[in-house]
């Protein structure tokens, strides 16, 4: 299978906490990332609760939400926070959903923890290979 992506995404698993709009927390796994973006997996309860239910567009918009990233490398997780709009929602399975974001605003040194933990994670699998 050919990858059509222009950045490069890593598939490995790792915390994330959201907040939404109306400023409830919520602590999620993260499934994959890049440098423009990330996929958590959620229940449809969680889901509910992070796009307004379900929707992953509100009064015409996409839904915005910070997000912080605890990126695990270099032998400890390093929190990387960013604002995002809601690019997808989908079920996955009975209870199972996934929400893709992409990130509008990266904290500061927030890109360049996100581009080495990518290639940190890239290296280590093709080590592996």
């Avoid at 079920?91 to 581009?115: A, H, K």
Wanted: glycine fraction near 6%; proline fraction near 3%; include cysteine.
């Amino acid at each position: 299978m050919i990858e059509k992506r222009l950045y490069p995404r890593v598939e490995k698993k790792f915390s994330v906490t959201i907040q939404n709009e109306q400023g409830l927390k919520l602590n999620v796994l993260a499934v994959d990332a890049s440098s423009v973006g990330v996929c958590v997996q959620c229940n449809v309860l969680e889901r509910n609760l992070i796009t307004p239910g379900g929707s992953f567009v509100s009064h015409g918009k996409p839904v915005e939400l910070y997000i912080w990233l605890e990126l695990p490398f270099n032998g400890k997780a390093e929190k990387v926070g960013a604002r995002c709009h809601v690019s997808f929602s989908r079920r996955i399975s009975n209870n199972q959903c996934e929400i893709g974001m992409r990130y509008m605003d990266l904290e500061e040194n927030g890109y360049e923890t996100l581009v080495r933990y990518i290639s940190s994670v890239n290296a280590a699998n093709e080590c592996i290979k």
